[in-house]
């Protein structure tokens, strides 16, 4: 009796799960960012919470925060003063169109990531902020560059 109920179960479980599930199912996606509030000059050893203003592509989307990655190795070497920021969103899937609306303030999200600088930086950071995609589906960056070094060093720079 027990090996039956113990098959009648298994089956049971087998019918009722279904791994072709298509309920919901979360994506995450780009988004741009609009700001990013750093001070004027990196001093070194000394760790830096950095504010990002990014925009949900529309009401459907979620907020999940920012992506901050600091650049690849190439020709041996390490370009950890490149940061690379995108906003992140997340969005259902499953939904073919978004039929909600939002007004414009509502798609403005914020978030923080904490930054340290070496105690023997003295070259600058910039950062590439993901502004989106050109007409080849190519990634757009805006550059702003910080300088390590004390209250006399150079302001920061923007360029697109």
Request: glycine letters at 6%; charged letters at 25%; one cysteine or more.
């Given at each position: 009796?027990?090996?039956l ?6 089956a049971?479980?087998?019918i ?18 609009t ?5 004027e ?23 999940a ?6 650049g ?6 390490e370009?950890?003063r ?17 039929d909600?609306?939002?007004?414009d303030e509502?798609?403005i999200?914020e978030s923080?990531?904490?930054?340290s600088?070496?105690s ?10 993901w502004?989106?995609?050109d ?5 757009i960056?805006?550059e702003?560059?910080?300088p390590?070094?004390d209250?006399g ?5 923007a360029?697109?």
């Amino acid at each position: 009796m027990k090996k039956l109920i113990l098959v009648f179960v298994s089956a049971l479980a087998l019918i009722s799960c279904n791994i072709d599930d298509e309920g919901p199912k979360t994506l995450l996606a780009a988004s741009i960012v609009t700001n990013i509030d750093v001070p004027e000059f990196f001093e070194a050893g000394k760790t830096y919470d950095i504010d990002v203003t990014y925009l949900l592509p529309d009401a459907c989307h979620t907020a999940a925060g920012v992506k901050a990655q600091r650049g690849s190795i190439s020709n041996g070497e390490e370009e950890f003063r490149q940061i690379y920021v995108t906003g992140v969103s997340s969005f259902d899937a499953n939904l073919t169109e978004c039929d909600k609306e939002a007004e414009d303030e509502e798609l403005i999200k914020e978030s923080t990531f904490t930054m340290s600088i070496a105690s023997d930086e003295d070259e600058p950071y910039t950062f590439y902020l993901w502004a989106g995609l050109d007409e080849n589906d190519d990634n757009i960056f805006t550059e702003v560059v910080v300088p390590v070094g004390d209250p006399g060093s150079a302001g920061v720079e923007a360029a697109e």
